[in-house]
């Protein structure tokens, strides 16, 4: 009912993040050839969850779930359906965003391999 509230939450608090590592990456400017700036990794996290969490809410809306009116989400007008969907954000919700973290962060190892066979290749050209 509203598990995409979950990857959505984390998707803010990622874009957030991003802002602020893409300060500190400008103030920097460090200029390596081979490796990927944090903030575009970051990046990539933030478009997973953005993405996951608006699959979800079109998902719930064709399903009626949610609508276009106060309380938006159809189980906040009845007190028993609240156990129901805070339950669902707590199951659902949460383990699909750590579905989506787990995810990223092999596109991390796989990137890092990556990152240092670039990193052999110009060492052994020079």
Known sequence: MACFLVPAAEA??????????????????????????????????????????????FEHVWHGEVVPYFPFLTAASNPADKAEMLHEMATVGVTMAVIITVVWVCMLAVASVFEKRAKEDTSAKA
């Open 12 to 57: 803010v608090a990622t874009s957030i993040a991003k802002i602020e590592v893409d300060k500190k990456e400008a103030a920097k400017k460090t200029e390596q050839e081979t490796k990927i700036p944090f903030s575009t990794k970051l990046s990539w996290l933030r478009n997973m969850l953005w993405g996951g969490a608006v699959l979800l809410a």
